[in-house]
């Protein structure tokens, strides 16, 4: 008699009545924030633009410390680190010594790590404000001018396009030039570095308005939109929580690249004399004064060239690798 072709043994067969009575696993769901996260992580070089871009930050925000630790006070002179006849630092490097760690500024001797650490107060305290008042104006007039369209958007187009179209860095030095050393309670730099936010901000707008402008084109005849509008939902409700939601991605994209177009700008109106006021440190003042001195010291001249540079090398990296782990359709 022949056997059958499928003979189930007893163990076999309670185990597939114990994995038929066990529970499926569930499967978990992922966010667009944590897909966008997973495709971040795998980029190595936006990770590393990142890190430098964090322990910038910590640098701003704690020089003091970091100054107290490794460095003189900014605007103290040490005329014995100079050669009295010459106006150079004394020893090879520009003054470069256990006691400053980049050397000393030429005809005054003043601790150049300490200037480059305060600095970058400066330019990521300007850059970052700047940033946050551009994406704010430009997202709320470019998504009204999106959603309510007709007159309301040719006439916000129209002042977009005027304003790109101003010759920024002319205005700002004429605007700064003529401000006052008090205002609204601050003085000196302070007035200075107000002046550039708002400058810098009022002119980036636009940029971000266009962007949110033509995004919220494509968004407001969506489904979901007409689904609000259809059960009732005011205008602010569908801009507040329909389109703003969808909207956060290109806005985080484009603040992030925003942010180092605004470094390069207050460096050059530091250098052009438009920017904060002596002694207060600033890499692009720092650029100024080293243009005169740049053939005895070129390290002076170097130094804060590379800080500019690897601060905006790092937030262009990471800003790229924000924008491709956001875009769905990006092959990286």
């Known amino acids: 008699m022949t056997a059958p072709l499928h003979d189930t043994s007893a163990a ?8 038929a009575a066990a529970p499926a696993k569930a499967i978990e769901g992922r966010s667009p924030w944590q897909i966008a996260w997973i495709r971040l992580k795998r980029d190595k070089l936006a990770l590393t633009g990142g890190v430098v871009v964090l322990l910038l930050v910590l640098v701003a925000i704690l020089a003091p410390v970091i100054v107290g630790l490794l460095g003189h006070p900014p605007n103290e002179f040490h005329e014995d680190q100079i050669d009295p006849l010459f106006g150079t630092p004394i020893g090879s490097y520009g003054g470069i010594s256990s006691d400053f760690l980049l050397g000393v500024e030429p005809v005054n001797g003043r601790d150049v790590f300490s200037r480059i650490v ?3 107060q400066v330019s990521l305290l300007v850059a970052f ?10 997202t709320v007039l470019g998504i009204i001018a999106g959603y309510f369209g007709g007159w309301v958007d040719a006439a916000l187009s129209r002042i977009m396009d005027v304003m790109l179209a101003f010759p920024q860095l002319l205005f700002t030095i004429a605007l700064v030039s003529v401000l006052p050393n008090e205002l609204l309670g601050l003085s000196g730099s302070g007035v200075r570095i107000v002046a550039l936010v708002v400058v810098i901000g009022f002119f980036g707008w636009p940029y971000v308005g266009r962007i949110v402008r033509g995004q919220t084109l494509s968004l407001r005849n969506r489904e979901y939109v007409e689904a609000a509008q259809s059960l009732g939902a005011g205008r602010l409700y569908i801009l507040r929580r329909e389109l703003l939601p969808n909207l956060i991605a290109p806005i985080m994209v484009y603040a992030t690249l925003m942010i180092p177009t605004n470094i390069l700008t207050e460096a050059a109106l530091s250098f052009l004399g438009a920017g904060v006021k002596p002694p207060t440190a600033s890499w692009g003042q720092m650029l100024s004064t080293a243009i005169t001195t740049y053939e005895a010291d070129p390290l002076f001249m170097v130094i804060p060239g590379l800080a500019i540079f690897i601060t ?4 262009n990296l990471f800003g790229d690798g924000v924008r491709d782990a956001l875009d769905p359709k990006s092959s990286r």
């Open 118 to 120: 305060y600095g970058a």
């Open 312 to 315: 905006v090398l790092a937030f």
């Open 129 to 138: 404000l700047a940033a946050v008042f551009a994406v704010a104006l430009g």
């Open 12 to 19: 076999e067969t309670a185990a597939v009545d114990v994995a």
